[in-house]
């Protein structure tokens, strides 16, 4: 049977709230209580929005502000089901948990901590009755485990708001033991405990790691089966997440840690230049710490470093069966690029950076499926003047047929196609689902349409079509194991969720082709544009020329593609964040 999901999504709309009040929670902890119709169900330009819902003690909404101070330039466009992020230069955004809502009194609750900086911390300070406020979400809720016998809720100042909700709404009825790194006293918070609960208050600038860390540690682990909830400066978490994961072993759906905010580092003066020292091209880096990055991740430098702090570097080489003079070239940028450092001569240890590549999601840069793609625009010249991908140039095959023989590649598209279940209400919502009885899906994001089906309350009977790729995959993903027939066959409808995205011109035609088999109806739910809150968004096209060969494919160029496999393209839905759903009917 399937893990238990999550995560369980909510339809995105955009809300316009009014200031009621301002109040004081403590002096370093400001509360904005909002309120207005757009909190009820609405309508809006037509188009009708169910009320607000944010049931999970630390969903996140996303507040809407500007640089310019036109707020109204900065508003993303309102889907019929979703929101899409047109480009606006000034738009700012910040996440923000709920602390209370009270949909009776029509009132949202917001806590500012005051630190003195920042856009939101800003507005807030500012802030008078009657000021509007927009926001988009919550996306998600939380969803814990059922059967726990306690958690442990970790966090900085900025994560008060969560454990407060927590506290005071009791999602689960075990013990809680809160955790809360403050700066000075004057933050400390009443909080709602019970008998059995525990709470800790351990003096700490923000962003301590080491503060954080020892405190974590000294916390008593309870016997039985619990859940750890830790949301502070992201880079303070590292050290936690490791001791979570690395010594007590606490499996991954029992932890949650969450980044709440980034702290920046203060710029390093420019370096002097003397008239012999070529200096870097302007604006260009180097990619020299990413490729030795690289290679300490896939020796196992970090690793054996995080696990033997103190190590010297001739013990290093032997564990890791590297030649000394191989570690020789390298130590030396890793410690330049603050990987590692070895201060006062005791050995090595792991510097900032070190602590960073610890995280699965920040080393996926540099050694999964992202990094082949980056090392395969270095045939970026020969692909773009001979037609042809750079992937294939690189590998000697098309991305499609190196996925369709590794699953571990395979399951990598799968994951990052996991954020896909958020825009699918659209699709869903369609009309085209009256009567299905049968739906066959195929392409990574599979796993999120079919999430998405039982989120909307759909139930048609599932078949699950990968081309040379193993089911179980997609096993660990699929919810509702028991409508799944783990074999291709006629359906009333069939989805290709991102199944284009790592395929060919021709590569598509044939699986267009081969969909005019099993159904008179398709969906194609690709990415036709860059996603406008995404600070890459120029660098789109470019990656999906690195792995098909074709830019992005918007309508038009999915529409090229069905005629030539025999389908007309009966009406484009508008997902959000860049994603369309193309509906096709046989010719």
């Given amino acids: 049977?399937?893990?238990?999901?999550?995560?369980?999504?909510?339809?995105?709309?955009?809300?316009?709230?009014?200031?009621?009040?301002?109040?004081?929670?403590?002096?370093?902890?400001?509360?904005?209580?909002?309120?207005?119709?757009?909190?009820?169900?609405?309508?809006?330009?037509?188009?009708?929005?169910?009320?607000?819902?944010?049931?999970?003690?630390?969903?996140?909404?996303?507040?809407?502000?500007?640089?310019?101070?036109?707020?109204?330039?900065?508003?993303?466009?309102?889907?019929?089901?979703?929101?899409?992020?047109?480009?606006?230069?000034?738009?700012?955004?910040?996440?923000?948990?709920?602390?209370?809502?009270?949909?009776?009194?029509g009132e949202l609750h917001l806590d500012f901590v005051v630190h003195g900086d920042g856009p939101a911390e800003s507005w807030s300070a500012a802030a008078r009755e009657g000021d509007e406020l927009w926001f988009v979400g919550p996306k998600s809720s939380l969803r814990l485990p059922e059967r726990l016998d306690w958690i442990q809720l970790v966090g900085d100042e900025t994560a008060l708001p969560a454990i407060g909700r927590f506290l005071d709404e009791r999602p689960l009825d075990v013990p809680a033991?809160?955790?809360v790194t403050v700066p000075d006293d004057a933050a400390r918070q009443d909080l709602t405990l019970r008998d059995g609960d525990t709470v800790t208050w351990v003096l700490a600038e923000p962003g301590d790691a080491a503060a954080l860390e020892s405190a974590v540690r000294a916390l008593p682990a309870p016997a039985g089966e619990g859940y750890v909830w830790a949301a502070a400066e992201s880079r303070a978490l590292l050290p936690v997440r490791r001791y979570l994961q690395r010594e007590r072993k606490l499996p991954k759906d029992r932890v949650n840690i969450t980044g709440y905010w980034h702290r920046e580092e203060p710029a390093a003066p420019e370096a002097e230049t003397t008239a012999d020292a070529a200096p870097a091209p302007a604006g260009i880096p180097s990619p020299l710490p990413w490729l030795v990055a690289r290679a300490a991740l896939q020796l196992g430098v970090v690793d054996t470093v995080a696990d033997t702090p103190g190590i010297s570097a001739g013990a290093l080489a032997t564990r890791l069966g590297v030649p000394g003079p191989g570690i020789a070239v390298l130590l030396p940028l890793l410690a330049a690029y603050g990987v590692v450092v070895d201060a006062d001569g005791s050995g090595l240890r792991l510097g900032a950076a070190g602590e960073e590549l610890l995280d699965d999601h920040e080393r996926e840069e540099y050694t999964g499926h992202e990094a082949e793609s980056l090392l395969a625009l270095a045939h970026l010249a020969p692909a773009l003047r001979d037609g042809t991908s750079p992937w294939r140039l690189a590998s000697g095959a098309t991305l499609h047929d190196t996925v369709a023989h590794d699953a571990g590649r395979y399951g990598e598209l799968v994951e990052e196609c996991e954020q896909l279940v958020f825009l699918l209400t659209g699709l869903t919502a369609d009309p085209l689902w009256e009567g299905v009885k049968t739906c066959l899906l195929t392409g990574p994001g599979s796993a999120s349409m079919a999430a998405a089906l039982d989120d909307a309350g759909r139930r048609p009977r599932l078949r699950i079509a990968e081309?040379?790729?193993?089911?179980?995959?997609?096993?660990?993903?699929?919810?509702?194991?028991?409508?799944?027939?783990?074999?291709?066959?006629?359906?009333?409808?069939?989805?290709?969720?991102?199944a284009l995205a790592y395929r060919t011109d021709e590569e598509a035609v044939r699986l267009l082709t081969r969909l005019a088999e099993w159904t008179g109806v398709a969906v194609l739910v690709e990415a036709s544009r860059p996603d406008g809150l995404s600070p890459r968004a120029a660098e789109a096209a470019l990656h999906a020329f690195t792995a098909t060969g074709s830019p992005l494919r918007d309508s038009a160029a999915l529409a090229v593609l069905a005629e030539r496999s025999g389908w007309r393209v009966e009406r484009t839905v508008a997902l959000g964040w860049g994603a369309e759903a193309t509906v096709l009917r046989q010719a």
């Fill in 1 to 105: 049977m399937a893990a238990q999901r999550a995560y369980t999504t909510h339809p995105l709309v955009l809300r316009r709230v009014t200031v009621r009040r301002v109040e004081e929670v403590t002096p370093r902890m400001r509360r904005v209580v909002l309120g207005g119709g757009d909190l009820a169900a609405f309508t809006r330009d037509g188009i009708g929005h169910p009320r607000f819902a944010a049931p999970g003690f630390d969903d996140h909404i996303k507040l809407i502000l500007a640089a310019d101070g036109d707020v109204r330039a900065a508003l993303p466009a309102q889907l019929p089901h979703g929101i899409e992020w047109t480009p606006a230069e000034h738009r700012l955004t910040r996440d923000y948990t709920p602390r209370r809502v009270d949909l009776d009194a």
């Fill in 177 to 179: 033991h809160v955790l």
């Fill in 467 to 498: 081309e040379g790729v193993p089911g179980e995959v997609l096993r660990g993903h699929v919810p509702a194991p028991d409508r799944i027939d783990w074999t291709a066959g006629p359906a009333d409808v069939a989805v290709a969720a991102k």
